[in-house]
């Protein structure tokens, strides 16, 4: 409270501040000795509205565990100097590419319908075993669930609620390149339909198995990227797309 880490209403909170039915109240977390990620985002676009970033790998969209400071969120909120900045979808820690955020609460609810109502268009790329017995493209649709431990996600038997098309940009010797368009939104998606179809995305510390967790290998990043974003913006009624600039190298 001090250092008005402790708000209410965007207000420090002091120990005399008074109760009130209702109130939000917000800590916002320190980390001692949080290292730095030594790897910059991109601005693609910014407006009043809507703002685009280019995440590179290793970096959490939003404050999570060891991570405040050194996240995609608290990055921008500085740089662009709005705390009102609020991620519209999340991608994970491991994986790069773009991320939209809200810039004026005014307008949040039209962007976040874009999702809820799938009027957007994701597409990924992934680097992955190849799978010369399947045919391309193909669906995946499947009941994805938490699994053990509680972070990782597992498909059981039941009615699908996770779906993603699957087809092949290029193949090689080593590995093949996959263009994946996830249709729902779960979490680690692509990462699960990829382990189960025998292709789990290279570098993958969670699919199929779960490795040792230890410090980050920055050498080894998940091949996983959000490469593309594409929707009428509410705002505007403009068609917008956005690439990545980030490409995925072969390891």
């Not at 010797?173 to 290279?202: C, D, F, N, S």
């Amino acid at each position: 409270m001090a250092r008005g880490r402790v708000t209410c209403a965007g207000e420090p909170m002091t120990p005399e501040t008074p109760y009130r039915v209702g109130m939000e109240i917000r800590y916002y977390r320190e980390v001692a000795d949080e290292p730095r990620i030594p790897f910059d985002e991109t601005v693609l676009h910014a407006d009043a509205h809507l703002v685009v970033a280019d995440k590179p790998h290793f970096l959490p969209v939003t404050p999570t565990g060891g991570w405040v400071r050194e996240t995609l969120l608290s990055r921008l909120i500085r740089r662009l100097d709005n705390p009102q900045l609020v991620p519209l979808h999340r991608i994970d820690r491991d994986t790069a590419g773009l991320v939209l955020f809200s810039a004026d609460p005014a307008s949040r609810a039209r962007y976040q319908a874009l999702f809820r109502e799938r009027r957007i268009e994701k597409q990924y790329e992934a680097l992955a075993p190849a799978l010369p017995n399947l045919d391309f493209p193909r669906m995946r649709a499947t009941r994805l669930v938490p699994g053990e431990p509680f972070f990782r996600m597992q498909e059981i038997a039941g009615e699908a609620n996770s779906e993603t098309r699957i087809d092949v940009l290029q193949r090689s010797e080593k590995h093949w390149r996959y263009a994946l368009r996830p249709i729902t939104g779960r979490k680690h998606q692509l990462r699960v339909h990829m382990a189960a179809l025998g292709a789990p995305i290279v570098n993958d510390a969670f699919y199929p198995a779960l490795r040792e967790r230890s410090d980050p290998d920055f050498s080894r990043p998940l091949k996983l990227l959000a490469k593309g974003l594409r929707f009428v913006d509410p705002m505007s009624g403009v068609e917008r797309r956005f690439q990545s600039r980030f490409e995925l190298q072969e390891p």
